[in-house]
């Protein structure tokens, strides 16, 4: 599938940059590398949000953490932006975290009601990435393209990121002050984006694949652009 533009995208990214420029978060006058790391965010994030707005009839314990994907995705771009780069990380984190228990709690309602029930009731990470290995949905998808695997490889590399911040200056003012965007930060971080989205977008396409099926042309090529030609190409198979 070639990258071709697609209108709603497009429109939706410059109503953005324009956000974002008239609350000075980036210069009325940004750099073309500035906005090709930011399209390229817009282009991620955008699509991850799409699912709170295209899914239909989803159960109780499934929709907050589609939601919750929406939510996260929504603030990485002026968080890079900014150069709150360990924010971005977190947020970026918590779109996998949620992604992975949507998997697991649309199968089990009662769980959910459990964790909301129990203070100290929780799932371990580890618990929620085993679960889609022995999914039916995904015992096949895994092996063709390998889309769980990727994203506990990329959590374990956020996470490695979060962890290993360092303030150095006592006075609050001047730590803040030193925190601005950085070109080669956001090019570090525009594919730690780009991989959660190719991977969640790819797990979500299958487990809602018949849902996926129903969305409009447009909406189905902003979703499957962020992925390989391989991951669509299981897609296609499955659908």
């Given at each position: 599938m070639a990258k071709r533009p697609v209108p709603a995208l497009s429109t939706d990214?410059?109503?953005?940059?324009?956000?974002?420029?008239?609350?000075?978060?980036?210069?009325?006058?940004p750099p073309g590398s500035l906005l090709?790391?930011?399209?390229?965010?817009?282009?991620?994030?955008?699509?991850?949000?799409?699912?709170?707005?295209?899914?239909?009839?989803?159960?109780?314990?499934?929709?907050?953490?589609i939601?919750?994907?929406?939510?996260?995705?929504?603030?990485?771009?002026?968080?890079?932006?900014?150069?709150?780069?360990?924010?971005?990380?977190?947020?970026?984190?918590?779109v996998i975290e949620n992604a992975l228990r949507h998997i697991y709690f649309s199968d089990h309602p009662v769980e959910f009601d459990r964790m909301n029930r129990e203070a100290k009731w929780y799932l371990t990470q580890e618990f929620l990435f085993d679960y889609p290995k022995t999914h039916p949905v995904f015992i096949e998808s895994?092996?063709?393209?390998?889309?769980?695997?990727?994203?506990?490889?990329?959590?374990?590399?956020?996470?490695a990121g979060i962890h290993g911040r360092r303030v150095t200056d006592l006075e609050m003012r001047v730590a803040l002050g030193k925190i601005r965007?950085?070109?080669?930060?956001a090019n570090r971080e525009a594919p730690l984006i780009e991989r959660c989205a190719e991977a969640v977008n790819f797990l979500l396409a299958m487990f809602h694949r018949d849902k996926m099926?129903?969305?409009?042309?447009?909406?189905?090529?902003i979703i499957l652009q962020t992925m390989p030609s391989k991951?669509?190409?299981?897609?296609?198979?499955?659908a």
């Open positions: 990214f410059s109503n953005v940059l324009s956000f974002l420029t008239e609350h000075r978060i980036v210069p009325l006058s090709d790391i930011a399209r390229r965010i817009h282009n991620a994030t955008y699509s991850l949000i799409l699912w709170r707005f295209r899914l239909r009839r989803l159960s109780e314990s499934g929709r907050p953490f939601e919750e994907i929406a939510s996260d995705a929504l603030q990485i771009l002026p968080q890079v932006m900014m150069g709150y780069g360990k924010t971005a990380k977190l947020l970026t984190r918590g895994e092996r063709r393209f390998d889309a769980v695997n990727r994203l506990s490889s990329l959590y374990s590399e956020l996470s965007y950085s070109e080669d930060a099926r129903s969305f409009q042309v447009e909406d189905r090529r991951a669509r190409l299981v897609w296609k198979e499955e």
